[in-house]
């Protein structure tokens, strides 16, 4: 069993999130997150820690790079049971995130909508996915929840066990994430070859 102490947040469909949020939270889990979703979870009454105080970078490129960074997936990547990973991080001031909650941005649903080139470029995840494989890379340590379909799978664990996962659990959320990653790419070349 893993204990989920810090939860990184970054998702563009926030419905359905309300109740694992507060699962999470009393369960005395920490919030780490950016923009929108970041006014979201305080919104709700949490607390919730900038991605930019930890990076101490701004979100830049109007807004296309604000995860991308070594604190963040130093915090993802880093292997807990690895002596010389819990050097560097500590090093390097590295906080380990257990959890990763991800919603990509509407890919398909822009290109049904639209025909704006620009429009349709800008809603390629590029953060979130990187987010989603890096979580899942490491799932021996962390909990990837890829899309808001795996909310209540993940409410379902805090509720019966706290919040703390099995590593067969968090290989199951893998398996989704590497099928959501899969899916989303497959759409990418799917209009970039028409």
Same mark, same amino acid.
């Given at each position: ?78 292997? /807990? *049971? ?25 890919? *398909? ?23 989603? /494989? ?35 659990? /968090? /290989? ?23």
């Amino acid at each position: 069993m893993k204990k989920i102490k810090k939860a990184l947040v970054s998702v563009f469909h926030k419905d359905g999130l309300d109740d694992l949020l507060a699962a999470l939270h009393a369960d005395g889990v920490e919030f780490l997150s950016t923009g929108g979703t970041q006014k979201f979870i305080e919104g709700l009454g949490y607390p919730c820690e900038k991605v930019e105080t930890l990076t101490t970078y701004p979100s830049i490129l109007g807004g296309r790079v604000k995860t991308l960074h070594p604190k963040v997936f130093g915090g993802i990547l880093g292997r /807990r *049971e690895l002596e010389s990973d819990a050097q560097e991080m500590a090093k390097y001031d590295i906080p380990e995130i257990d959890l990763v909650i991800v919603d990509l941005y509407p890919f *398909e649903e822009t290109v049904a909508s639209t025909t704006d080139e620009s429009a349709i470029i800008e809603k390629i995840d590029i953060g979130g996915i990187s987010l989603i /494989r890096a979580a899942a890379k490491n799932f021996n340590d962390v909990v990837i929840v890829p899309s808001k379909a795996e909310y209540g799978k993940l409410l379902e664990i805090v509720k019966e066990q706290g919040a703390q996962t099995t590593k067969e659990q /968090r /290989r199951w959320f893998a398996t989704q994430a590497f099928g959501v990653s899969s899916h989303y790419d497959t759409a990418i070349h799917s209009w970039f070859a028409k």
